[in-house]
């Protein structure tokens, strides 16, 4: 297969050119003789990759399944995901890594890893199977929707996970201190008389991760990070050469807590959205490399976990179908990246630190390639969502870039036609 005058992101530059892929590989890029798929006018992405992703499955297929989530994965361009273990079962044994696995080999659109949970069941007390997890598919491991309580468990699960290649991914919220807060502590939560919760709530565990990896000596990656102290406080442990990746997701960079003004449940997410403050200094450190990574933190939910009193409605936003075009409009468009960097952001620095295949477009590479139209301007429109979940608040807003092709180790996944 030949894709023929795309615009291809490669680790050095962008250039025109055509890719030849043979056996699943990308065998060729350049200038190559011969009839092929055309993309004029098309920019070729190295395939993304979102390491962080909640299909829902085992448990809860009402608000998602594998076979669901990974169709909307390829339509929003992402050929690799990595799923969170909050399931029911939770993902803390081989049997669940397998069974996951296996339902992704059956839904066979994009490659799909397990995230196995630190302590067993979640309930933060004894070390899940790390090894048998690890060796049945786990990429990672992750306590995501709580942080673990005890410290000194903390510490013993950075230092099995190095054992067997794992970084641990921290979901850091001291509980207490959020105390059934749903949204962030400021002039909207007085506004609407919503219970609030402060940065340190998220900033104090940021800050026991770091200081566990700089005294162990081991990596840690700090998830959806949303406060400016704590991109201050990643940056700081960066400099001094701790091991500390970090992430954020679309809705931080592009959202204000004014956002919640309407009661929107759509608005509700964990970390909360924050204020504006909060929104540049987390591009600032996209721009300048303190946070390596942006996820979708793709949380789809059944419209009954949501047509509910705020209160009472389920956190989270359903992602993976508009984040390419949210991030690409909002730090390619806005100035912030470039295609390069966005690249690295949304593909080759997941595949680095979780140590997967892919990330980057050369010879010898997986073939896996998204392609999409820069030029496109559309409408967010949940109704279109191939995701169970049509939980977003960016119905109605105006994106660019337009995801038209996904290849997925040489084979075409997913194709829109081209206007």
Known sequence: ????????????????????????????????????????????????????????????????????????????GFTQICCMPNTNPVIDNKVVVTYVKARAKEAGLCKIHPVGAITEGQRGETLSAIGAMKAAGAVALSEDGKSVVKTSLMANAMRYASDFGLVCLCHCEDAGLVDGGVVHEGYYSTLTGLKGSIRAAEDIIIAREICLAESLDLPVHICHVSTYSG???????????????????????????????????????????????????????????????????????????????????????????????????????????????????MSANPARILHLEGGRLEAGAPADLTFADLNEKWTVDPAAFVSKGKNTPFAGREVYGRVKCTVV?????????RA
């Open 231 to 345: 991109v201050e406080l990643i940056r700081e442990a960066k400099a001094r050469g701790v091991k500390v990746t970090a992430e954020t997701c679309p809705h931080y960079i592009t959202l204000t807590h004014e956002a919640i003004a309407d009661f929107d449940t759509n608005t509700k997410v964990n970390p909360p959205l924050r204020e504006e403050r909060d929104r540049l200094a987390l591009i600032e450190g996209l721009r300048d490399g303190t946070i390596d990574c942006i996820v979708t933190d793709h949380a789809p939910h059944h419209e009954d976990d949501k047509n509910v009193e705020y209160d009472l409605a389920a956190f989270g936003i359903s992602g993976l179908e508009t984040s390419f075009a949210l991030c690409y409009t909002q730090l390619v468009k806005g100035g912030a990246l470039t295609l390069c960097g966005l690249a690295e952001k």
């Open 409 to 417: 180790d040489g084979e075409i996944k997913y194709e829109e036609k």
């Open 1 to 76: 297969m030949i894709f023929k005058n795309a615009d291809v992101v490669t680790p050095e530059g962008v250039k025109r050119a055509d890719i030849r892929i043979e056996g699943g590989k990308i065998a060729e890029i350049g200038k190559i003789a011969g009839e092929g798929y055309d993309c004029t006018g098309l920019t070729a992405f190295p395939g993304l990759i979102d390491m962080h992703v909640h299909l829902r499955e085992p448990g809860y297929e009402k608000k998602e399944d594998i076979a669901s989530g990974a169709r909307a994965a390829v339509k929003g």
